[in-house]
C-alpha cells in the first residue's frame, strides 16, 4: 500500500528553480518527520532536508540557503522548494516519513540539471 507520493521532479537547467511535493494521505501526518532525501547514481543515498513534527529544521551543507523544506499538516504534504539547482543536484529524490521504528519511503522523482 502507497503511503507516500513524490511529484515535481523534471529537467532544469543550472541556476533554475523546482519544487518537489510530497503527499501522505493515509499516515497520521502531524506526529512524523518529513524528510527529503536524494541518490545519484553510483552513489549512496544521503539526506537532503527534514523537518519535524514540531517545524524544526535540518539541512545537508550542500543545500543550505539554496533549499527549503516545508510542511502542511492539514493537506498532509511536505515541500521542498530547491533554488540556484547545479548539475551536481542531479539525483532521484526520495520521500521520507519516520515516527518512532515506523518509516516510510516514496517511489521517488527524477530531478536533472543540465543545459
Known amino acids: 500500500q502507497v503511503q507516500l507520493v513524490e511529484s515535481g521532479g523534471g529537467l532544469v537547467q543550472p541556476g533554475g528553480s523546482l519544487r518537489l511535493s510530497c503527499a501522505a494521505p493515509r499516515i497520521i501526518f502531524s506526529i512524523y518527520a518529513m524528510g527529503w532525501y536524494r541518490q545519484a547514481p553510483g552513489k549512496q543515498r544521503e539526506l537532503v532536508a527534514v523537518?519535524?513534527?514540531?517545524?524544526?529544521?535540518n539541512y545537508a551543507d550542500s543545500v543550505k540557503g539554496r533549499f527549503t523544506i516545508s510542511r502542511d499538516n492539514a493537506k498532509k504534504m511536505v515541500y521542498v522548494q530547491m533554488n540556484s539547482l547545479k548539475p551536481e543536484d542531479t539525483a532521484v529524490y526520495y520521500c521520507?516519513?519516520?515516527?518512532?521504528?515506523?518509516?516510510?519511503w516514496g517511489q521517488g522523482t527524477q530531478v536533472t540539471v543540465s543545459s
Open positions: 523537518i519535524t513534527s514540531d517545524s524544526i529544521t
Open positions: 521520507n516519513a519516520a515516527f518512532s521504528s515506523t518509516s516510510y
